[in-house]
């Protein structure tokens, strides 16, 4: 099932972050995929969301690598973002 | 219609690191403290601070605050009051150490002292040659230091309103600031936030330019909410600039680039900095730099569809060059400009990263006005401290590392005189019963606005007017019919429209409420600027090529009444040591 208005505009102020790269990728990647999210991948996502600026730009930049399977495929798509 | 109202003894609005240090002082003092954040706590901008934090301890080879004392004032264009850089800086080293004592994980030296690094301006015996004085934990000192702050704020029970955004300042007749109201984005629903003491630590206002290192969240908020209750703004004009920030995006692009043989050309593949500077060319100093990039795109030799950016070549060097020796700058090239700079050159230009200016406060973090003839009249009740207040430590241009001392200092600095306040002054006073009456008009205006205009388009047009008008080099011409067109953007976006008109996590009303924000301290920047006829700092005048102390020795205040402009004496005389006389500023 597709995500109401109002869960959207939640999960875009998410992508408010401390740090612009970040939230340069993030606002692509909705722009991108924001159709398809649902389910694990939906799931992958929010637990990104949850991680520091740090963290999350040193997965999406590849300086370091994505230690658990359930987000590979999320990181994967940001870092082609 | 009748407004919620919940009271405490302080609230912070802005949850970054000044927030977050004044915070702590006031719940650990037993008050009870209401912090406000657009963002979770984490998620502020203070985490993109790497530089360190700049505080004399001494640990690398000798070193003295009245040298760091120095070095802020020359780095200011002495435009820097000097009484509240005296304190910052003997401040400064016991402010670091309380934050090691709360676990912040700072670089060490082999003996367990904490590390410090070498950084540009820094110097030894009053210019002499270079010191290591910025405290450091590897390149993420901000985000160690807000998590620190975070954790130990959970600690002393402060109460975090997060995904709130404050809208007003409440003022009552006397002109004492009573609080703030505010928007809980979950709801939707306003809320009379009554406070004895009110501190804005609401960050800078970099996204009024369309090139910026500033996060989203940077929208002058606490500027604002100033400007519409009456309170001036101190130096606006003056805004720190990187020379090549990837264009549209704001991302840096280091200057090893430069330093690699990587050059600049304009939209005819010309190679500019042979005429601006034909020894050092593109390695000339950052403002020779920027001024060229801002002078080639004035007169028309801008690349792309709007001619605002040049480019920045590094094909030449080949692949390996550019892989080993400039790491992570192909794939920022490729994220954020979709070239490859081995093929392709990168779109730059000019980027702000730090805004000098704010709110007028002295050093003890109390938010001061012109008064019946007294030039800092304190406003009661209410507080500023970080990037959106003006003590004035950084003047015309801010020292490197200077940006978290401040914050730690002038956060702490800040509380300390709320509590004493709060001590002398017990009670509540009563709100004015029309407290949440500016905001029902703003929230009713937007609500009802027909054949309005874009939130986005007006926003885009703050940024792109900015940008060309008041931008890293600037003209005369150019600031007059900017502050036209800033003042006709102004008419427009009191007339913004959402069509999304639900409550409950409406973000598109959270926008256009930002937006109030933004013009205030976009009109500010281009109105100042327009009006100080020399060049100082950040501010640097295509017509008036250097600092004229004679005449512009002194602050401006902005006032968003008529754009009017007044001016304030800046403060020579230290708290302790012997003034700092201005000299001609070489590096």
Known sequence: MNMTNVEMNRLRWSCRRGLLENELVLERFLHAHAASLEGERLAAFRTLLDYSDDELWSLVSGRRECGDPALGEVVELLRNC | ???????????????????????????????????????????????????????????????????????????????????????????????????????????????????????????????????????????????????????????????????????????????????????????????????????????????????????????????????????????????????????????????????????????????????????????????????????????????????????????????????????????????????????????????????????????????????????????????????????????ANRLGTNSLTDLLVFGKAAAESMIKFLQENPGHKDLPKDAAERTQARLARLDGQKNGESVAEVGMEIRRTMQAHCGVFRFPDMLAKGVKKIREIADRATRTQVKDKSRVFNTARVEALELDNLIEAARASMVSAEARRESRGAHDRADHHSRDDANWLKHTLWYKDGDRLEYKPVHMKPLTARSIEPKVRTY
């Open chain 2, 1 to 395: 219609m009748a407004v919620a109202r919940r009271n405490f003894d302080a609230v912070v609005v802005g949850a970054g690191g000044a927030g977050l240090r004044a915070s702590l002082q006031l719940a650990e003092a037993g008050l009870s403290v209401a912090v406000l954040s657009k963002v979770f706590p984490t998620r502020s901008h203070t985490v993109a601070a790497q530089g360190g934090i700049g505080a004399a301890l001494g640990n690398m080879g000798e070193d003295s605050w009245l040298w760091h004392m120095y070095d802020t004032v020359k780095g200011s264009d002495w435009l820097g009051d000097q009484d509240a850089i005296e304190f910052m800086v003997r401040e400064a080293p016991k402010l670091v150490y309380e934050l090691e004592h709360f676990g912040m994980p700072f670089d060490r030296n082999e003996n367990g002292t904490v590390y410090q690094r070498p950084f540009g301006g820094h110097s030894q015996n009053f210019g002499e040659r270079p010191v290591q004085r910025s405290c450091c934990a590897a390149d993420r000192t901000g985000h160690a230091m807000l998590h620190t702050l975070y954790q130990r704020n959970v600690r002393a029970r402060t109460q975090f309103f997060v995904e709130w955004m404050a809208l007003d300042l409440v003022r009552d007749a006397k002109g004492e600031v009573l609080g703030v109201t505010a928007l809980e984005m979950e709801t939707g629903e306003v809320m009379v936030l009554h406070a004895r003491a009110t501190l804005f630590a609401t960050g800078g206002a970099g996204r009024i330019f369309s090139s910026t290192t500033n996060a989203f969240i940077c929208t002058g908020d606490g500027l604002g909410m100033a400007a519409r209750v009456g309170i001036p703004l101190e130096d606006m004009e003056f805004w720190q600039f990187h020379p090549t920030g990837v264009a549209g995006a704001g991302v840096l692009i280091t200057e090893g680039v430069r330093g690699e043989g990587g050059y600049l050309l304009n939209k005819g593949g010309e190679r500019f900095m042979e005429r601006y500077a034909p020894n050092l060319k593109d390695l000339a100093s950052r403002d020779v730099v920027s001024r060229a990039m801002a002078t080639e795109i004035k007169e028309g030799r801008g690349a792309g569809p709007h001619g605002d950016y040049l480019l920045l070549k590094l094909d030449h060097l080949g692949p390996e060059v550019i892989d080993k020796r400039l790491p992570g700058i192909r794939e920022i090239a490729k994220k954020f400009a979709d070239v490859d700079p081995v093929k392709d050159p990168i779109p730059v230009v000019p980027t702000v990263h730090y805004m000098m200016g704010g709110i007028p406060t002295n050093y003890r973090g109390e938010v001061v006005v012109p008064q019946g003839g007294d030039p800092e009249a304190v406003v009661p009740r209410f507080y500023a401290a970080g990037e959106c207040a003006c003590a004035s430590v950084h003047g």
